[in-house]
């Protein structure tokens, strides 16, 4: 395996926020190819956004989502994106120049540069699912100068995500994205996902516990509503029981875990076949 942690920077200063002494990390965790089964093997990647609601990154949702997709002979990034007190669009652009980078080097990598995914949980999956309907404004593209799709992400995995920033909203998750400005009608618009989707948004997997109790239901399932009705490819998945930030709903991520909403377990087997058919 290839694992190595590369330095992610942006200019904050340029996009009207603070570093807060942070530094933006990307790890791959890139399993090598042998000669005994194909040694050229291109394989799908996925992009780790954990979730924290834009406070921290969550450990349960970082490492062992890596670990799990490596295990399935996927690559997987792990992205330690910029939160609270750093403010949008820092995150975004730094999950713009991690799909970028992997497809730069997506020979190296043994990266299949039509197979990159961004895997977002909770504040994480806001991040993805804005990262997925956003990728190709001028924003992004200007700040990089992107001019060739470079960047595109072709595929999202929302798990348990915040989506909109309405009715159904997690307010924690949008103030400490948007900061001063969580009022703002044009922000607040535009970081309402099931708003942005366009015909260049990418296909889905999304999946959400019915008995959330931090982020309601309604946004998955807004989202799902809003990819349909652009005709985007989309699977969507509603298990009846799970508490808010269940990851891979086990002992890995559970020191006590007491096998009471087992049935989530499937969500990464499924997401596994989901990216690798993309």
Known sequence: MIYKTLNIDIDYARIGTTDAGFQCTLTPYLPENSDEVDPHRRRPT????????????SR??????????????????????????????????????????????????????????????????HLAASYGTLWNRDFITDYYGYR?????????????????????????????????????????????????????????????????????????LMMASALAEKNINTELHIFPHAPHGSSLANATVYGNYDGSFDECQVWIDMAVRWVKNI
Request: charged share 25%; proline share 7%; with cysteine.
């Open 46 to 57: 996925v992009v780790v956004l954990p979730g924290g609601g834009y406070a921290f990154r």
């Open 148 to 220: 060739n799709n470079e960047h595109k992400p072709n595929g999202m995995i929302l798990c348990y995500p915040v989506i909109t920033s309405g009715k159904r909203t997690h307010g924690g998750s949008i103030e400490n994205l948007l900061g001063e400005k969580k009022d703002d009608p044009e922000l607040l618009e535009l970081v309402s996902c099931e708003k942005q989707v366009t015909e260049h948004t990418p296909r889905a997997f999304i999946w959400h516990s019915f008995d959330d109790g931090a982020v309601p239901i309604q946004n998955s």
């Open 60 to 125: 349960r949702e970082a490492e062992p989502i890596a670990l799990k997709f490596l295990a399935e002979d996927c690559n997987a990034a792990l992205l330690e994106y910029s939160v609270a007190p750093t403010r949008f669009p820092a995150a975004l652009l730094q999950t713009a120049q991690a799909v970028a980078l992997l497809r730069e080097r997506a020979e190296e990598w043994n990266v299949d540069p039509d197979r990159i995914a961004v895997c977002g949980f909770s504040a994480g999956g």
